[in-house]
C-alpha cells in the first residue's frame, strides 16, 4: 500500500535560518507532489506542485522553494526563514490520470522565532 | 475553480446523522464536488466526491442537487471521532497524464460531535 513520510512533526527555527523540509512518498511511482501551507485559522493555500523529476510549479510568490530530486521526494525549502513563515505544512500525493483524491502527510509544525 | 459557500461551524449529536451543506452556485458542468476532512493538527483526508450521481463510500454519502448547485455530505452515524473541520472543493478533475491539479482549500465547515 502507498504511504507517504513528512520530517520533522514540529519545528522551532530563528528568522533568517535556512529551512528543509522532506517528503516522501512510498508504493507508487511517478505521482504527482504538492506542498501546502496552513496559517494559523485559516485554510490550506496550495504552494507548489510536481509532475514529475525536476518540474515544479509554483502557486504564489513567496520566500520559499521546492525540488524533487527523486520520483518520490519533495523538498520543501527556504535560505532565510520570516516570522510570516509560520505555519502548519502539508506534503500531499496523488495519482496521475483519474484522481480519487489527495493523501495527506501528517504535517509539519513550522514556528519561525 | 468554483467558490463554495459553508457554514462556519455545526453541531450534531453523537449517534445522529450528520448533513454538512455546501453552496457552489457557479459550478461548471465538468467540475466535480470533493469533500475533506481535517482532524485538528493531522492533514485533511480524502473523504468522497461525485460529479452528478449521488455517491455513498464506508465513510459518507454525498447528495447533489439536480441543478448541481449545492450538495450535502451525510454522516449518518456521527461519532466523536467525527469531529473535524469539513472542507467542500470544486475542481475539475485532469485526466492527462502530464497534469496536476492542486486542490484550494476554504475554511470549511467545523463540525462538533456532542457526546
Known amino acids: 500500500s502507498q504511504t507517504i513520510h513528512q520530517w520533522p512533526a514540529t519545528l522551532v527555527q530563528p528568522v533568517g535560518s535556512p529551512l528543509s523540509l522532506e517528503c516522501t512518498v512510498e508504493?507508487?511511482?511517478?505521482?504527482?507532489l504538492y506542498w501546502y501551507r496552513q496559517a494559523a485559522g485559516r485554510g490550506l493555500q496550495l504552494l507548489f506542485y510536481?509532475?514529475?523529476?525536476?518540474?515544479i510549479s509554483s502557486e504564489v510568490p513567496q520566500n520559499l522553494s521546492a525540488s524533487r530530486p527523486q520520483d518520490r521526494q519533495f523538498i520543501l525549502s527556504s535560505k532565510k526563514l520570516l516570522l510570516s513563515d509560520s505555519g502548519f505544512y502539508l506534503c500531499?500525493?496523488?495519482?496521475?490520470?483519474?484522481?480519487?483524491?489527495?493523501?495527506f502527510g501528517s504535517g509539519t509544525r513550522l514556528t519561525v522565532v | 475553480d468554483a467558490k463554495t459557500t459553508q457554514p462556519p461551524s455545526m453541531d450534531c449529536a453523537e449517534g445522529r446523522a450528520a448533513n454538512l451543506p455546501c453552496n457552489h452556485s457557479?459550478?461548471?458542468?465538468?467540475?466535480?464536488v470533493y469533500w475533506y476532512r481535517q482532524i485538528h493538527s493531522q492533514g485533511p483526508q480524502y473523504i468522497i466526491h461525485?460529479?452528478?450521481n449521488n455517491e455513498t463510500n464506508e465513510m459518507a454519502s454525498l447528495i447533489i442537487t439536480e441543478d448541481r448547485k449545492s450538495s450535502t455530505l451525510i454522516l449518518p452515524h456521527a461519532t466523536l471521532r467525527d469531529t473535524a473541520v469539513y472542507y467542500c472543493?470544486?475542481?475539475?478533475?485532469?485526466?492527462?497524464?502530464?497534469?496536476?491539479?492542486?486542490?484550494?482549500f476554504g475554511k470549511g465547515t467545523h463540525l462538533i460531535i456532542q457526546p
Open positions: 472543493i470544486v475542481r475539475v478533475r485532469m485526466y492527462s497524464g502530464g497534469g496536476a491539479d492542486g486542490l484550494t
Open positions: 500531499a500525493w496523488s495519482v496521475k490520470g483519474p484522481q480519487k483524491g489527495y493523501t
Open positions: 508504493g507508487t511511482s511517478n505521482p504527482n
Open positions: 461525485g460529479l452528478k
Open positions: 457557479t459550478i461548471s458542468g465538468n467540475e466535480y
Open positions: 510536481s509532475v514529475g523529476i525536476g518540474q
